[in-house]
């Protein structure tokens, strides 16, 4: 299901999956995608491999446009406006599913807004895939108190392992970790490897 979710720069353009109409939901996802000016939107690959990933484990899939991209309106907001576009999805989320457990997600870029907004809402799980630690530097992260699950390739050609390790081993609570050898950034001909490495670690 298409729609928009208000948002602090306009309105949101989302999309909503549903787990199995057989079952209730076990809970709510939702999920960011990648860098907005370098052609990251809420139809990336990684990004619908963690929603069908999530639909599996009987979450809702919430995957949404930052500000700028698509049809959300709104011009990029250098982090802190995608920040907050995500806090705002989150409420709606909550207002609409108050009863169900919260998933946040991301990837890349998307992965670094989730890390920037998870101590300002009650997540459950968490789940980092090649977080973009580059962006790091700009201002400490929160810790995250949550499960949290880091994905990553240690081909990575823009997120580099070594510096991701680097990172987490700097951590007081570090993530738990599902690497993938050989995959690169974007996961090409692994995504299906992806989801189901992904189903048993979440399971």
């Known amino acids: 299901m298409s729609l928009f979710i208000p948002g602090p720069a306009g309105r949101l353009e989302a999309l909503i999956e549903e787990p199995a109409p057989d079952h209730p939901p076990a809970g709510v996802a939702v999920l960011c ?22 639909n599996a484990l009987g979450q809702v899939a919430v995957r949404f446009n930052f500000r700028g991209v698509g049809a959300s309106e709104g011009a990029y907001g250098e982090t802190l406006g995608e920040t907050e576009d995500l806090l705002a999805v989150l409420e709606w989320v909550q207002q609409q599913w108050p009863d169900l457990p919260l998933w946040l997600g991301g990837f890349s870029f998307g992965a670094y807004v989730a890390l920037r907004a998870v101590a300002r809402c009650p997540v459950q799980q968490l789940i980092t895939v090649a977080p973009a630690v580059n962006l790091f530097a700009k201002d400490p992260l929160p810790e995250v108190q949550c499960d949290w699950l880091l994905v990553q390739g240690d081909q990575d050609e823009i997120v580099p392992y070594a510096q991701v390790m680097e990172w987490v081993a700097s951590l007081e609570r570090p993530p738990r970790i599902l690497e993938l050898p050989g995959a690169g950034h974007f996961f090409h001909g692994r995504l299906n490897e992806l989801r189901e490495r992904l189903l048993v670690m979440l399971g």
């Open 33 to 54: 995608h990648p860098h907005p000016l370098h052609g990251g939107t809420l139809q990336n690959k990684v990004v619908h491999t963690l929603a069908r990933t999530c």
